[in-house]
């Protein structure tokens, strides 16, 4: 297996104003690259959530939301099908706290007090299917199995030291994400630690194939 590792540094993120004013979003990769909004096969972002109001909708895409800092949002999830129970929160209130919805889906944000940051992932539903998952640790290392056509690992909590395989270590601060595109869906070891001094570390390990 042959990888390709990029190391995608959050200072080099552009920001990007939203239309209605209420935050603004910093997309980290997308396949194809520099794909529009309507025609994406997956996207990760970053986003400032700065107003209440409702999500924009993404239909056919499924969406998955981890809150970065912040005192968090309730997302409040309208069922079109269920006028009488067709309403339910999802409550991110705490850091890495995610939260799984259809991007078509009506939801209405509010913050609980002030703005907050968060991570999105996009899939399109039948051209990708994904999976995240958030690494905690307090700075010793961690060994996971990672698995996908391309794999991103997002340094929620750092800085952290990312070794795949038998490659040479890589250091990430917060907020910069490591990409790894791969030849072959094939199973590799990532081990991560505190780069420096021990500390708490996590991460947002991102797994994604093409269908």
């Known amino acids: 297996m042959t990888l390709k590792t990029t190391l995608i540094r959050a200072a080099e993120l552009v920001a990007s104003p939203w239309k209605n004013g209420g935050g603004v979003t910093r997309e980290i990769a997308a396949h194809p690259q520099g794909a529009p909004l309507d025609s994406f096969v997956w996207r990760v972002s970053v986003a400032d959530v700065a107003a209440a109001g409702p999500f924009s909708k993404f239909p056919?895409?499924?969406?998955?939301?981890?809150?970065?800092?912040?005192?968090?949002?309730?997302?409040?999830?309208?069922?079109?099908?269920?006028?009488?129970?067709?309403?339910?929160?999802?409550?991110?209130?705490?850091?890495?706290?995610v939260a799984r919805f259809a991007g078509e889906a009506a939801i209405d944000a509010q913050l609980v007090d002030g703005a907050t940051r968060d991570f999105n992932l996009m899939l399109r539903r039948g051209a990708a299917t994904g999976a995240l998952d958030v690494w905690?640790?307090?700075?010793?290392?961690?060994?996971?199995?990672?698995?996908?056509?391309?794999?991103?690992l997002y340094c929620a909590a750092g800085p952290v030291t990312l070794t795949l395989g038998d490659s040479a270590?890589?250091?990430?601060?917060?907020?910069?994400?490591?990409?790894?595109?791969?030849?072959?869906?094939?199973?590799?070891l990532c081990h991560a630690s505190a780069a420096g001094m021990p500390g708490a570390i996590a991460l947002l390990a991102i797994e994604i194939r093409y269908a």
């Open 60 to 97: 056919g895409i499924d969406r998955t939301l981890v809150l970065l800092s912040g005192a968090g949002m309730l997302l409040d999830e309208h069922e079109a099908h269920d006028s009488e129970h067709g309403l339910r929160t999802h409550t991110l209130t705490q850091p890495l706290d």
């Open 169 to 188: 270590p890589v250091h990430c601060a917060t907020g910069d994400t490591l990409r790894i595109d791969a030849d072959a869906a094939n199973a590799l």
């Open 136 to 152: 905690r640790g307090d700075g010793r290392d961690m060994q996971r199995t990672l698995n996908g056509d391309v794999v991103l």
